[in-house]
């Protein structure tokens, strides 16, 4: 997770470069940048601390801090530089002392290097084909009038409350459900399609609040 994230900004794709950068290290290193004992410990890791920079092979250095640099205003922009830093480590050879070649890194950062070249150019295709791909849905335009009839439930407070929201929306976003009180008083869940003007009474749900949605819209 991105410093952003962890701290309930925006993201954007960024934060995908954070994540990139992220794969990118524990692949040269064989360790995680950022941890602890816990999930809270690992996100003040992220937020506070910075990785060991030391093992990480001395070619790749540059791209894997660019890639987490905590201020997403100053990380790389864009995965197509990465590409770009990659084939520039690539097309230079280890510098000499005397005619002779200076260590500088395992063939297997080399290895890594030409495996996560690959990769960016992968995901450079796949930003872009994200970015001009069409909507699967339609725009939908629907009013907010839930019906004359309808009052509204608040589970969120009162005597016997309960946790949960008396107004839900499906995860696919087609449909909502709703707490009414009924004239007997008691409450009942009601659905309605968002393409579709008037809600349905959901049977044998007398007495029912806290509605929610499976993860699959069912």
């Known amino acids: 997770m991105s410093p952003e994230q962890a701290r309930g900004h925006d993201a954007d794709k960024r934060a995908d470069i954070w994540a990139f950068g992220v794969v990118l290290y524990e692949l040269l290193t064989g360790r995680r940048p950022?941890?602890?004992?816990?999930v809270s410990d690992s996100l003040a890791s992220v937020l506070k601390e910075e990785p060991n920079w030391e093992v990480v092979?001395?070619?790749?250095?540059?791209?894997?801090?660019?890639?987490?640099?905590?201020?997403?205003r100053r990380r790389m922009r864009d995965i197509g530089d990465a590409r770009i830093v990659l084939e520039d480590c690539l097309a230079h050879p280890a510098p000499t002392v005397a005619g002779?070649?200076?260590?500088?890194?395992?063939p297997r950062?080399?290895?890594?290097?030409?495996?996560?070249?690959?990769?960016?150019a992968i995901a450079c295709g796949a930003l872009a084909w994200r970015a001009t791909k069409p909507a699967e849905k339609p725009?939908?335009?629907?009013?907010e009038n839930l019906g004359r009839d309808v009052a509204l439930v608040d589970v969120m407070a009162g005597p016997g409350a309960r946790n949960g929201p008396n107004?839900?929306?499906?995860?696919?976003g087609s449909?909502?459900?709703?707490?009414?009180?009924?004239k007997d008083r008691r409450s009942r869940l009601f659905t309605r399609r968002l393409d579709q003007p008037n809600a349905t009474l959901l049977e044998g749900t007398e007495g029912a609040l806290g509605p929610f949605f499976s993860p699959n819209s069912h």
Do not use: N
Request: proline share 10%; aromatic share 6%; hydrophobic share 45%.
């Open 109 to 120: 950062s080399w290895i890594a290097a030409t495996c996560v070249l690959g990769i960016a």
């Open 175 to 182: 449909r909502i459900v709703f707490v009414s009180l009924g």
């Open 34 to 38: 950022f941890g602890g004992p816990t």
């Open 139 to 143: 725009l939908l335009r629907f009013t």
């Open 100 to 106: 002779t070649p200076v260590r500088v890194s395992s």
């Open 167 to 172: 107004v839900v929306i499906s995860p696919d």
């Open 57 to 72: 092979p001395d070619p790749m250095r540059r791209l894997v801090r660019l890639c987490l640099v905590k201020d997403p």
